[in-house]
């Protein structure tokens, strides 16, 4: 049973550009978190999504920032124009639905992403 | 002040030495979890705990919800120990994915 995946593991783009970072939930889980790591910072929420369904945006900046899940295919958070500010490792976990509130995550690799 | 503090920031220890990572919230949580981050950047959840004690191998897990603290020790530590150990904790009412993290307690055991 492969773990969480995220692809790519290193993105490189230059400012204005977009980036599409990917994550493949484990086998079975239907909940994807996205968390950012900036340089020398502690991790920060961003975004809580279920099939189809966002149910906490409220760590996304405003703007550039979207993420999806489809019925289909993996979880995509997705930066458009990107800064240098957006430099940063981007982690997504996944959990599945037991029925109780809270479940344990199961973390990927992350995507380190560089901004020129 | 963050809503989650751990100390130390940093810790060395000998191999073998019984190690004590301490984390303190002022939010109220429904869970507290503790998770690994290895030198090359992967997450490892270790515990998930709502009340009492966790133990898994040497890792041992233990949350005082009356004071607001959970401490996370490792037994016998080894030098695969070393790792930035951080406490995230899932604020009460708020989503299960909200975590909100301590900085961390990078931790380096020499054998």
């Known amino acids: 049973n492969a773990g969480v995946m995220q692809n790519p593991r290193h993105l490189v783009r230059r400012r204005g550009q977009e980036a599409r970072l990917r994550c493949s939930p484990m086998k079975g889980h239907s909940h994807v978190y996205w968390y950012r790591q900036l340089p020398e910072e502690g991790l920060k929420f961003m975004v809580y999504?279920?099939?189809?369904?966002?149910?906490?945006e409220s760590g996304m900046p405003k703007e550039r920032f979207s993420a999806e899940f489809p019925k289909e295919g993996p979880s995509i958070l997705r930066i458009q124009q990107v800064v240098r500010g957006d430099s940063a490792a981007y982690f997504c976990a996944s959990s599945h639905n037991s029925g109780y509130s809270y479940n344990e995550q199961f973390f990927g690799p992350g995507t380190r992403l560089t901004v020129l | 002040k963050n809503e989650v503090e751990q100390s130390p920031q940093n810790l060395t220890a000998q191999e073998g030495e019984f190690i004590t990572i301490n984390c303190s919230y002022s939010v109220g949580i429904s869970a507290l979890h503790w998770l690994q981050q290895h030198p090359g950047g992967g997450i490892v959840s270790l515990f998930m705990?709502?009340?009492g004690k966790k133990k898994h191998g040497r890792l041992i897990a233990t949350i005082n919800i009356q004071e607001k603290h959970s401490s996370l020790h490792i037994t016998a530590s080894h030098p695969r120990d070393s790792a930035v150990y951080i406490c995230?904790?899932?604020?009460?009412?708020?989503?299960?994915?909200?975590?909100?993290f301590g900085k961390g307690t990078k931790l380096s055991v020499k054998p």
């Open positions: 705990l709502s009340s």
């Open positions: 999504l279920q099939k189809e369904n966002i149910i906490d």
């Open positions: 995230a904790a899932s604020h009460y009412g708020g989503s299960q994915g909200n975590l909100i």
